[in-house]
């Protein structure tokens, strides 16, 4: 019984801690080296952005229940500013490889820097400390939802927090090309594992037909398992784009 019990904790130790350190070291060396593939010398531009109107804000149609979405509000306590992107529009980047990273993703409110790879296959992919990003969703900076997975425990666990964001945090998706800052505006606490309508082009919940978006737009989705320790559920993010800084 003792020996069982020290092999349980052995491969506890390596699930939850193990398998953390080597995804992080992985992920963030492979940050770097697209950061120096990439030639940046001067760091990340600020996007800019522009006022404008008509931007549906989620929840927006139909209107939204009263009840709080994940993460609350932001930290000014009030929505963000409807913009709109300015600047040239980089040419959308070559369809990336299977298991390629090939973006950045980074989230200054709870401290996520994480490669973005093509596809969310475990192995390839999650299993790496990456961001996977869905196929057959818009890439950064297109129009449609650029809809993204990644791990919320063991394996680098990059979205272990993004249940705490809340409405006016940005996310930004850093290409070769431009940085795209989305700003989050929603999101369902809770839904199923097969709720995809989170992850379509216009993103509304399937099973919670109250939280979604009403029209086309440039959105971005972050989904990721829940509660934690489990698979049972989905919990999503949403955040529209709010503004591109070409480099």
């Not at 500013?81 to 950045?104: E, H």
């Not at 400390?129 to 818009?138: D, F, M, N, S």
């Not at 809770?190 to 989170?198: L, N």
Request: glycine letters at 14%.
């Amino acid at each position: 019984m003792v020996t069982c019990g020290v092999v349980l904790l052995l491969l506890v130790v390596h699930q939850v801690w193990w398998t953390n350190r080597e995804a992080r070291s992985g992920a963030a060396e492979t940050v770097r080296s697209l950061v120096r593939e990439w030639g940046e010398g001067e760091g990340v531009v600020p996007a800019q952005e522009v006022p404008e109107e008509g931007v549906p804000e989620e929840g927006a149609e139909p209107e939204e229940s009263g009840e709080e979405v994940a993460g609350g509000g932001g930290e000014s306590g009030s929505p963000p500013p409807r913009t709109r992107p300015v600047g040239k529009v980089p040419k959308p980047p070559v369809r990336p490889r299977w298991d390629q990273a090939y973006a950045v993703l980074r989230i200054p409110a709870v401290g996520v820097v994480a490669p973005v790879a093509q596809g969310v296959g475990k192995r390839g992919v999650l299993d790496k400390g990456y961001v996977g990003h869905y196929p057959g969703t818009a890439q950064p900076g297109r129009a449609g939802n650029v809809a993204l997975a990644g791990h919320r425990n063991t394996h680098g666990e990059p979205f272990r927090y993004i249940n705490r964001l809340g409405k006016g945090d940005r996310v930004l998706v850093e290409t070769r090309d431009a940085v795209y800052t989305y700003v989050v505006s929603g999101g369902v606490p809770q839904t199923s594992a097969r709720d995809v309508g989170v992850i379509a082009p216009v993103p509304r919940s399937a099973v919670h037909p109250g939280r979604g978006f009403g029209e086309p737009g440039h959105y971005l989705t972050l989904t990721t398992c829940t509660p934690e320790f489990t698979s049972t559920y989905r919990l999503v993010i949403w955040a529209t784009l709010a503004g591109t800084a070409p480099k």
